[in-house]
């Protein structure tokens, strides 16, 4: 494929080339879908009202279809800034008080890891549908029975990874998976920052209860806190799971007392021996957020949302310069030997994914889809699937960085993972 036809496909294509039944978690979040539902609403409690519950209540005035009624969290000074934003909401301090709550019908949970399984489970008891925080839970068992309890109660169950409604991804995963670029031959992720990831706490006293993310009997770090997001790129666009993964990681600047680690890399290996890799480091933020998916006639740069083809034609400017090298024209001694920038990057300067402008991330649109599923009823699927194993890979790679061992996800946690 020349550049021409190149641009021609993926450049000019917006979401209309993509088949809706290749993505069913998306109905709610068409118009048909919209529209479908009227002036119904889903009436919705939020446990955990810290900056990313928060975040989720300022996305939720923007979905017709949801209504906050409750609102719950142990923190006083959160309470009070989430009930600014929704002050008709009722307000909890016990979630077990929001669960006995007749009048919410669905629960987001936005708490702490350690608390999710606990509150998840106790929320299906109560016949609530569920939006949990990812990851799904701290350990791969509390993850397994979250699952099977979820799907045995009759209840929507979303996990948010906000990718799976991204419009940027939707599009290059359909191509993917079609095999338009060639087949998957590496996928990278990384995600750099350049801070402590600490939190100023009023009193010491409630330094673990602001800091959970820092403290191992609450979080297991990076690789839950940011990989979950990014291992989901590797399952979506190979359509299985790795076979394996090893790691390594350690506190390598911010020895604040902190017990989780500030860097840390794992390489997970897919059945036909494609690699994935997840690595971070909050001591240097150069390279900021990537998330790449390279396959023989592309590369994907799915956080900056262009593609690259792998052999562009070359533009006359080059063929020029290569017809000047043949000709001995740069022959100085200075041009003599290896050149690494020959090998390091390619020259196409690459097409956006999206023709038009594509602003968020998917969380409104995952929002928009938990209401429509939960005032339907109805669970769409491969959505849970997915984060399900999201949520098991990055929980595997954090336990074969501090084993030290290279780790496969046990039997006992497999479910079926069908085509997604």
Not at 169 to 175: R, S
Not at 211 to 218: A, P, Q, V
Not at 372 to 378: K, N, V
Not at 383 to 396: I, P, R
Request: aromatic share 10%; net charge neutral; glycine share 10%.
């Amino acid at each position: 494929m020349d550049r021409r036809e190149f641009v021609r496909r993926f450049g000019a294509m917006g979401l209309a080339g993509i088949s809706l039944s290749a993505f069913p978690w998306l109905e709610g979040c068409t118009r048909a879908g919209k529209d479908a539902l009227g002036k119904e609403k889903v009436r919705l409690g939020l446990v955990g009202t810290g900056s990313r519950g928060r975040y989720h209540l300022g996305n939720l005035k923007m979905v017709p279809q949801a209504e906050v009624v409750a609102l719950c969290d142990v923190y006083r000074p959160n309470l009070d800034m989430a009930s600014a934003i929704f002050p008709e909401a009722r307000r909890y301090e016990d979630y077990r008080l929001l669960l006995d709550d007749s009048g919410v019908d669905a629960v987001i949970i936005a708490v702490p890891l350690h608390l999710h399984y606990r509150i998840a489970i106790d929320s299906f008891s109560a016949g609530k549908h569920v939006l949990c925080e990812k990851a799904m839970a701290y350990t791969m068992e509390e993850c397994h029975d979250m699952y099977m309890k979820g799907r045995a109660s009759g209840k929507v169950f979303f996990v948010g990874q906000q990718r799976l409604f991204d419009a940027k991804y939707i599009k290059v995963m359909d191509a993917v998976r079609k095999g338009e670029f060639g087949p998957v031959v590496n996928v990278r992720n990384y995600w750099f920052r350049n801070h402590d990831w600490r939190r100023t706490v009023p009193s010491p006293d409630l330094e673990r209860h602001i800091n959970w993310r820092l403290y191992r009997e609450y979080s297991r770090g990076l690789m839950t806190e940011l990989a979950c997001h990014q291992l989901q790129n590797g399952t979506w666009a190979m359509g299985m799971l790795p076979e394996k993964v090893m790691g390594t990681g350690g506190i390598v600047y911010w020895n604040d007392g902190r017990e989780v680690f500030d860097s840390v890399c794992a390489i997970y290996t897919f059945p036909n021996g494609v690699n994935m890799t997840f690595e971070s480091v909050i001591a240097n933020r150069h390279f900021g957020m990537g998330e790449q998916i390279l396959c023989k006639d592309a590369t994907i740069d799915l956080a900056g949302g262009r593609l690259y083809m792998e052999n562009p034609k070359p533009r006359s400017g080059i063929r020029q310069m290569i017809g000047d090298i043949e000709k001995g024209i740069f022959s100085n001694p200075v041009f003599a030997g290896t050149s690494w920038s020959a090998e390091s990057a390619s020259s196409d300067p690459g097409v956006a994914v999206m023709p038009e402008k594509a602003d968020g991330d998917g969380s409104v649109e995952m929002l928009q889809a938990f209401c429509h599923s939960a005032i339907t009823g109805q669970q769409p699927p491969h959505v849970l699937e997915e984060a399900y194993y999201a949520s098991l890979l990055c929980l595997l790679g954090d336990e074969a960085i501090l084993q030290g061992r290279t780790l496969s996800i046990p039997q006992e946690f497999m479910i079926d993972y069908g085509k997604s």
